[in-house]
């Protein structure tokens, strides 16, 4: 017996409860059986356009249906998917196409003039519509799964600017599924509302548990508050992932509380204000607060529901197949209450990035994120990647900013912060250093950006420096530009 295998996560749960309701998108609803028909036929179509278990297959879509039952087709085939932030430009989603050498393109008539900018710039790329079927040949099926092999690949940025492709194995999902439930517990009505993008590993994360626990996935395609507030009385939500602009606009919208069915917000993706989280707990909205990424396929660290009044402010405690650790610059694991580096280890971090090599020597993932764990074991993040900036959920690494600053002509030098945002979290602002004589302004500045970063990588504001301050390394001192 090989502990390494598992059957085909789809297929066993529509054998086990076929005529469970598996998905609600608007007016649809498909049961278990009926998603695993719907990912089997469609499976056939990308076998017919010669997708085979060897292909990295890219998706340019928004989250529909559509779209979950096509990436489902790919792990009934076992091609490995390569999600695409769809917010990105052409140049950043054509850089991420070409690294992970990805064959097809998974994509919808709405990016159809992106497509044909990519195509222009990778002529062999076969693009196909997520519900094309001219012709159809009868797939090869994985009925069973390898823990360790690739599922998926999401890009992340590097310090230095460039993206990274994650891979995330079966294992990792699966561990990342095992380690959530075992904090959050599993009721039998249990239905999960999701409102964050399927390319992010929030929104990719849900439709893997959806399946493994068998319960309802109610899909949103963008976030609408009046939407959602209806969505969780009338289909019965248990849980909801949220990041804190979403988690700021409901706890507006709730008058008195929420209804008795719901058991919790799971909120990641960034710092939330302890007001934030107080209002909150005043209007009976449970917030659970999270944290990981996505070299750890989904959050990591989760606050227990026991402790969601007691250690307000807390990440919580390394879910139970993880582990975490604080070190000090030397390397050494710090003392309880010590600020240092978080250090996290288990089988739901990633072991390394598409041809990049392993992400760690050692099992341990350094995240670059500051934090302390107290006496009693409970993680507190005092800063996320020192020059990481996260804005409504989403990464944004300041030197990728600054690149396309520099190479602005007439200006000579550039830095990138963050600055506190009530609604997002974050923002990016920016600090220029132009030539004399030359003509630049702010408006200028953003409309080239504009053009070359996804819209929330843009800088709100643009600041004129006579220099930008550097240490010895000359490497910026941010902390200047933030006071």
Known sequence: MNPNILPNFLKNRAMLTPN????VFKDKRLTFKELYEEAYYRAGVLTASGVTDKAYVGFLVKSDLYTVISLLALQIIGAKAVLL???LTVDELVYQLNDARVGFLVTEPVFDLVCKQIRGQMPALNIMGKQDATSYTEPIEKKIIHLADTCTIMYTSGTTGFPKGVIQTYGNHWWSTMGSVLNLGLHEKDAWLCAVPLFHISGYSILIRSIVYGIKLVLHDHFEVDKILRAIEKEKISIMSVVTTMLHKIESAVEKSLPSTFRCM???GGPASLDLLNRCMDKGIPVYYSYGMTETSSQIVTL?????????????KALFPAQIKIIDDKGNETSANIPGEIAVYGPNVSQGYLNKGKSSMDGWFHTGDIGYIDSEGFLFVLDRRTDLIISGGENIYPAEVEGVLTAINGIIDAGVVGEKNEEWGEVPVAFVVKEHNVLLTEETILNICKQKLARYKVPKKVYFLSEIPRNASKKILRR???N
């Open 480 to 482: 200047k530009l933030r």
């Open 304 to 316: 227990a529901p026991e402790y969601s009044t007691t250690k307000i402010g807390s990440c919580g």
């Open 85 to 87: 932030n769809n917010r």
């Open 266 to 268: 799971l909120l990641g």
């Open 20 to 23: 469970r309701v598996a998905i």
